[in-house]
């Protein structure tokens, strides 16, 4: 089931299309992404395959599924980008993308205290100049994928959780 007015839903519809950067990684109940428009490389979302406005309305599998996630995916950043921690956030308020999503952000040793917690979302929406590029979107997402044990495939990956 899929929203017309939903960013995610949408491109949810092209999934066989999407650049390896919008299909990091999947499941029957979870899709991940690379953030389109962050300037930190690894920034991540985790967004359920059909549309979902609220946490609460996750099915029982959906849910089952999604801390692991959550676990799999910030250690598949550590080992990638050699991040202290992971951030996850979830609002889902935007215009255009009330669909739940989690972010997944890779919170760098040397991030200066302005863009720790909460400030991490001043990486977000950045000049084009200072965005991720899609190339690098891709290497990561390769690189992702690989520590998640899905290197063979050639444009996104089934991962069951462990």
Do not use: N
């Not at 953030?35 to 609220?54: E, I, K, N, S």
């Not at 952000?105 to 991490?120: I, T």
């Amino acid at each position: 089931m899929t929203a017309p007015d939903c960013y995610t839903c949408g491109r949810e519809e092209e999934f066989d299309d999407l650049p390896p950067r919008e299909r990091v990684a999947h499941d029957p109940h979870w899709r991940v992404a690379h953030a389109f428009d962050a300037a930190v490389p690894g920034w991540l979302v985790l967004l359920p395959r059909r549309h979902v406005a609220a946490v609460h309305d996750l099915t029982d599998a959906e849910a089952a599924a999604l801390g692991t996630w959550q676990v799999r995916l910030s250690r598949a950043l550590r080992a990638v980008t050699g991040c202290a921690k992971t951030y996850v956030v979830q609002f889902a308020e935007a215009e255009g993308f009330a669909h739940v999503h989690f972010h997944i952000v890779p919170r760098m040793p040397d991030l200066p205290p302005e863009h720790r917690g909460p400030g991490v979302f001043e990486l977000l929406r950045r000049p084009e100049a200072e965005r991720v590029t899609a190339a690098r979107a891709d290497r990561t997402a390769r690189l992702l994928r690989a520590r998640l044990g899905c290197e063979g495939s050639a444009g996104g990956a089934e991962v069951r959780p462990r």
